[in-house]
């Protein structure tokens, strides 16, 4: 019995032995494992940080080339046109245009040769920029012909002496209203103290001009020419013309401005007539002859004028006046008065913009909800020296500022002309789009 007990007191000794071997076994086979599974997320980690860094460093060069091309690269913009500069800031070419398409009707008086019609008044390509500090324009209007018939401004300038110097085709420093842009004037067309009338047939010049003014309250320029436009023919006349402003109130709501203008033009060796001619009814309307001082006769033509104008806060005025003497060979001299009174109210908010720079206004800033305008005119010009010649015009319109490249516009102008007593309405509406 005894030996019995000791056999089954060795055997469970000899088990447990051999379950705590086993026992240990199972835990370094698990350890073995894990160290196995360290090593294996060691190397893992270790690749992952290399293959970091690696991209890390392509991320670097791939940022340094995008900054290397974006420097390197023109900029364009495309905010109410087409504009590209070059990356070094030495070339600047943007390309700009406007559409100017009109209707006409009228009631005819005397005169039975104004035709209702469809025009289109203005269709200009423009390009302009600068290159290595000189700045350039040329713009070409379609409707005015092909070729040289319809160049309008073709120039070079240059930033010299305070001022700008201008080389080329261009409009002579005379007159509000004409050196205002055909998209921001207030009536479909001009007063008779400009291109329209006094100056007609000559609104661009070739010669050389200067400009100089503080962008604030003053400007000054001044003109010497050739009295050839770019379809004339060449000829000897020549011609000077100086304008100067002043805007002693200028702020945020209101504007005052006071100018003045004086021209010289001398016809000489095959020069074009120098006349006064207007369309009292708009344009396509009938015209009559106030002076003209004739090419052969190499006579000259002065002219000295004034002008005043203001914006107060909806409210706008603008006014000229010009006295001209036209030379006369075989007899004694024409003197011609112009004057207009011109005005108008934003209905619904919004005031002209005043352009110190160059001495006029311009359109108003227009929102998303667009802008309605009242216009009216009065103009008229005679010959101080022929009984009778004198014409007048008088206009009533709306303008629709749709947004900052469409407008709308309608005018009613009663002509009359009292040398020969004609009396016609011409109703007018247009379509403009420019960029």
Do not use: C
Request: charged residues 25%; glycine residues 10%; proline residues 2%.
């Amino acid at each position: 019995m005894r030996y019995s007990i000791l056999a089954a007191a060795l055997a469970v000794a000899l088990g447990s032995i051999s379950f705590t071997a086993a026992a240990q076994d199972s835990r370094d086979q698990e350890i073995a494992l894990l160290k196995e599974q360290l090593a294996t997320l060691q190397a893992q980690v270790q690749a992952l940080e290399e293959r970091s860094d690696a991209q890390s460093d392509v991320n670097v060069d791939t940022a340094q080339a995008l900054d290397k091309i974006a420097n390197d690269a023109p900029k364009v913009e495309t905010k109410g046109g087409i504009k590209i500069t070059s990356a070094d800031k030495n070339f600047e070419a943007q390309i700009g245009g406007r559409i100017h398409f009109d209707a006409y009707a009228y009631d005819r008086d005397e005169e039975g040769d104004a035709t209702g019609t469809t025009d289109f008044r203005r269709a200009r390509l423009t390009l302009q920029g600068k290159a290595f500090g000189w700045g350039y324009k040329m713009e070409q209007d379609f409707a005015a012909g092909t070729n040289l018939q319809g160049l309008r401004d073709l120039y070079v300038t240059k930033d010299a002496l305070g001022g700008k110097f201008t080389i080329g085709h261009f409009k002579p420093y005379r007159s509000m209203e004409e050196l205002t842009s055909s998209n921001e004037i207030t009536m479909m067309e001009r007063p008779f103290s400009s291109a329209t009338g006094i100056y007609d047939g000559r609104q661009f010049q070739q010669g050389v001009g200067y400009l100089r003014s503080n962008d604030a309250s003053y400007s000054f320029g001044i003109s010497a020419f050739n009295l050839r436009g770019a379809a004339g023919p060449r000829n000897e006349g020549v011609g000077a013309a100086g304008r100067v402003t002043f805007a002693p109130i200028n702020n945020e709501t209101n504007t005052l401005h006071f100018g003045g203008s004086a021209s010289v033009e001398n016809a000489n060796l095959d020069s074009d007539d120098l006349a006064a001619n207007v369309k009292y009814a708009g344009r396509r309307g009938p015209d009559q002859d106030i002076a003209v001082t004739t090419g052969d006769s190499r006579g000259s033509v002065t002219t000295f004028g004034l002008e005043a104008a203001g914006v107060f806060g909806p409210l706008y005025f603008q006014s000229e006046y010009a006295r001209a003497t036209y030379e006369q060979p075989l007899d004694d001299d024409q003197d011609v008065e112009t004057f207009y009174v011109m005005g108008s109210w934003m209905l619904n908010g919004g005031k002209k913009v005043y352009k110190a720079g160059t001495g006029v206004f311009g359109a108003p800033k227009v929102g998303d909800k667009g802008l309605w305008e009242l216009t009216a005119r009065y103009d008229t010009i005679e010959n101080k020296d022929i009984e009778g010649l004198e014409v007048s015009s008088t206009l009533l319109g709306l303008n629709y500022y749709i947004n900052p490249n469409v407008r709308l516009m309608f005018n009613y102008t009663r002509g009359d002309n009292e040398f020969n007593g004609d009396k016609t309405d011409q109703f007018a509406v247009r379509t403009q789009f420019n960029f």
